[in-house]
């Protein structure tokens, strides 16, 4: 099973910005639809933003606007930039590769994400 590769969390202050970063294979990347997903403690899992393979973007109504997830597929990378944070938005955020081999899925570890003053 791949591993995803994930970095950028921590600590920000409301209103601050991060930039989190996720690298899969080529040959997983490139037959993905690419994702990022958060837990809270306490809450279900839910979807931040995806996109597809052709650069097609989906976002749920807590991100738009202040969040922008982007790839490299070159790099074999999907990057989501959070601006604006806001408290609500601490939680563990996970990396997702949905492969069209199977419909299956691919997690990363998950990094935390802390908007505190």
């Known amino acids: 099973q791949v591993q995803l590769v994930e970095s950028g969390g921590g600590l920000v202050q409301p209103g601050g910005s991060l930039r989190l970063s996720c690298a899969a294979s080529s040959s997983i990347f490139s037959l993905s639809t690419m994702g990022w997903y958060r837990q809270a403690p306490g809450k279900q899992r839910e979807l931040v933003a995806s996109i597809t393979n052709r650069g097609i973007t989906n976002y749920a109504d807590s991100a738009k606007g202040r969040f922008t997830i982007s790839r490299d597929n070159g790099k074999n990378t999907v990057a989501l930039q959070m601006n604006s944070l806001k408290p609500e938005d601490t939680a563990v955020y996970y990396c997702?590769?949905?492969?069209?081999?199977?419909?299956?899925?691919?997690w990363g570890q998950g990094t935390q994400v802390t908007v505190s003053s």
């Open positions: 997702n590769a949905n492969w069209v081999v199977g419909s299956r899925d691919f």
